[in-house]
């Protein structure tokens, strides 16, 4: 390092000074300046002998420095005639002539300087490993690296007395140390203490023609000697600030002369590296898409608005809103389509927002409106259901005409919340809860619905372990067919044994499963565990049973659902011919097309088709003709009160004519008494299932009441 004892100035020849007064030790010898310069490539010693020396790492600067910590061009060595002298100095300056700065700046003798007249044995830091020392020779010839028993010609004393005199000549020549001012490409001015111009470089006469008329009332200089005053008393060295000129923007650099009482400003044009400053941070804080304010612009601008709002005991609101099924739109017309529809909402709706609010993207088709001044929850109510009314007019997007809807949650500060994060997660809540009313409404937020949402959010986390916990169960309800007096089949049903709810039925977990995206892992979990058990029961010797399996719309929507289906029967072992897959109408009906080719798939498996629930949803007749189904489940709300209600009946009537017409097989589902069983059987119908003839059961307590099969009706 630097700091060996044999790359130090020693004594090997002593100079003799005269001791003629007016002569000093400079003017009486020849002097020779090095920079011996240690970086990752080693040591080496470079004669200072042109006017000027560019330093960095860049290859095409005087001085290169091998290292990637310093910048490109990292500082700048300059000559300085010294008038009535015989040597000339050099002067360090941190980065180019131009006024730009290195990244890292420069240490001197451990002191970040900016500029710095150079003495023997300074030792100038670029980054911590890259050093330099500046020496002063008597010698030409000591410009090779000194060993140890070897030293540069001058004494100590001689070296005390060069640089007393440096700091002599360092006080004298501030005034014009400017690197050459006349040749600067950037303006140099000075003033004295009463704020009249004393020097202007020619850059700063060409670059500012009116300065010498317009004196300190000029731009450049309004307001700067009120703060040099700070120089004066000494309280600091230089300062700088930015000054805004004819849509212009330049940098000062203001320090005070000592010595002359003059204070110099350097000038440099920052204009357009402020315009890419401006472009950086606006795309750091506004969304790319619809040139919205993003979440970060968010964040700090309510920060902002909630400070003021507990000072002046203000209202704020929090709108949290997203379009209502967006993503069938981005899925359906694609992503580009969806990007449109983005934008075409935001412009909409910027023009129609209060100048202190802010609409804000959070990401995907989420946005927040930050209303302040808010009075009353009614208000922001008034808001929201104007924001509601602008987008019912449709988009059109790439040919495509798009209605939309929103829900939309509303935080109050400070009723809901004294912070942005409280705010934010209070106004989601309300907002899924404006969803879970039927989408297309608002909701302010309720401490209540916190409470449903942490419940919801314990069950769904609870839910993703449920099968790694084999909290999941399978029960199995026996269906009957009347004329041959047995059980023919089964229906296989969820159960979840939560770990502080109990068991649950499915109605109370798998709506949550759909909505989460569960529901596919679950189903084919639910597909391998019942094949596998009726496999299992046939082994055992009981009678082969049609064993019926609910799909969810998701799984049946699954690109590889055939695939897999076909890989949990071969791994189980299990007949396809004795499976029947449960669909309702909703899923059928579904891009129809598709549904019929998987349909037909299936059927060629030897997959029994069954449509449940039949006459709840919005099957089509023309297509039900087409539909490659086997079974047709007459749902229990039709059941209930067929005894006494004339439509039941003529709805059940209708459903099995149809079925019979269809050479379709028909169940019956939720018997509870023999009124309803016999009722039915007069109507034709002789499959059912239902309490009447056994509940819901455990596998093994199925095996036992097929054992013992009792005789039925």
Known sequence: MLDNPSLRLGVREVLQVPHKEDITLLEDKQLYQFLLVEDIQGVRRILLNSTSYSIGRNPSNGIVLYSNLVSRQHATLQRV?????????????????????????????????????????????????????????????????????????????????????????????????????????????????????????PAAMQQFPNIDTLGSQHPTLQGLLSRATSLQNGNQDFFVREVEINERVIEQFVHFIQCSDLIRIYVADITERKRSQEIIEYQASHDSLTGLPNRQYMNEFLNLALAQAERTAEQIAVIFFDLDRFKLINDSLGHSTGDMLLKAVCDRLVHYLPKDDLLARWGGDEFILVLRHVTSPEQALKVAQKVTKILEPPFICDGHELHISTSMGISLYPFDGKDVDTLMKNADVAMYRAKGNGRNNCQLYKSVMHENTFKRLSMENRLCKAIENDELLVYYQPQVNLELGKVVGVEALMRWQHHTLGLLPPSQFIPLAEETGLIVSIGYWLLRQVCAQSHAWQLAGLPPLRLGVNLSLRQFRQKDFIEKLSQILEETGFDPHFLDLELTESIVMEDIEESVTRLRRLRDMGISLSIDDFGTGYSSLSYLKSLPINVLKIDQSFVRDITENLYDQAIAISIITLAHKLKLNVIAEGIETKEQMELLRSFGCHEMQGYLFNRPVPPAELAEFLIAQPVLW
């Open 81 to 201: 005639p010294m008038p009535k002298k015989s040597i000339q100095l050099f002067r360090i300056i941190d980065g180019n002539l131009q006024g730009e700065r290195s990244k890292n700046g420069i240490l001197i003798n451990g002191k970040r300087k900016l500029s710095h007249l150079l003495a023997h044995g300074d030792e100038i830091v670029f980054s911590k490993d890259t050093k330099a020392l500046y020496q002063v020779a008597s010698n030409f010839t000591e410009a090779s690296v000194p060993s140890d028993d070897a030293t540069i010609a001058i004494s100590e004393n001689e070296l005390a007395v060069f640089n007393d005199e440096l700091a002599v000549i360092n006080d004298e020549v501030m005034s014009r140390l400017a690197s050459i001012p006349e040749l600067n490409p950037n303006p140099i001015i000075e003033i004295d203490l009463e704020g009249d111009i004393t020097y202007l470089n």
